[in-house]
């Protein structure tokens, strides 16, 4: 695959390679990457990254693990461990999953299994401004940090909810129509996976499966500051997270997202509550990874990926 890339490089048909090692990024800065993946270059593993102008790579280096979720390994193996994960590979265990696409209007933004709106969000944007902290304590920090400061963000959500498997004749796919809901929410949770993790054993969006074609939407719209701490509080018991009258889930196909610009917020507010960019970017957690976005933001599932994890 590899290898076949390179060749459509060199016929022009796809972005340029770029070895780091011979220097310098291209002209403009970073760009914000499409797909990124593991690949062996000769004897070496590289971190292989694809954005919109060019194809880099770089060897990895041994480094101490890093993250406190991990939610793909969790929720192929059950377990982040690095020896699982590596039994599995060399077994030759290949899982399909589902994917999703995230875009804007005007381009595609990068693939991902979760995206998080709102607290979620929030939470990891406060995080990284602290990256100085133990990753424990700067988790802690920023969720502390973000409920002290709780804020509904308005936005409007449409979404084309997921055709009955039961009912799949051509007949019925003509008459599934976009559902479309405003309002303001404290959260927005979008999950191809269940999304297990530490913090939630049973899963973010429990009800979801890896690879039957669907998202879980999870709205949980603005209430009491304890209420939503005890929403919170129950992914990581066996009690239901989604049993409150303000949380609301769907069975989705793809899902469209747009927030609504705030106005009057103090500058306090903007400190912790809009940690965005100059342009007034919106952020995203996109499966623990920041993501900045002004406009709307359209999820798409793409059914059945083979995925291996290490």
Known sequence: LFRETLYM?????????????????????EETPL???????GKRSCDVVLSARQLR???IQPESRGGSTNVL????????????????????YIQPVDICTFSSPSKLLRFGFSAMFGFGARTLALAEKHRWMPSNQRRDFAVIKTLASLK?????????????SL???????TKVQWHTIQGHFLNVSIMAIPCLCSMAPRGLA?????????????????????????????????????????VETYAVQEVKVQPRTKIGCNTEENVYLHATSAEGNYPWNIDGDLME?????????????????E
């Not at 969790?74 to 077994?91: D, E, Q, R, S």
């Open 167 to 173: 009912q799949g004749s051509q007949e019925n796919v």
């Open 152 to 164: 509904p963000e308005e936005c409007e959500l449409s979404f084309l909810p997921l055709k009955n």
């Open 206 to 246: 429990p009800n979801t499966r890896l690879n039957n074609g669907s998202m879980a939407l999870i709205v949980v719209r603005n209430t009491s500051r304890a209420e939503f701490i005890k929403h919170l509080k129950r992914y990581a018991s066996v009690k239901n997270q989604f049993n409150f009258p303000f």
């Open 293 to 309: 976005e002004a406009s709307e933001v359209h999820y798409i599932v793409q059914e059945k990926n083979s995925c291996q994890v």
């Open 35 to 41: 797909l990124r993946g593991i690949f062996q270059i």
């Open 73 to 92: 390994a969790h929720t192929l193996h059950g377990i982040n461990h690095a020896v699982t994960a590596t039994l599995h590979i060399i077994m030759g």
């Open 9 to 29: 490089t060199r016929r022009g048909a796809a972005p340029r390679a770029r070895d780091p090692q011979r220097g310098g990024e291209a002209a403009g800065g």
């Open 57 to 59: 790579w770089s060897p």
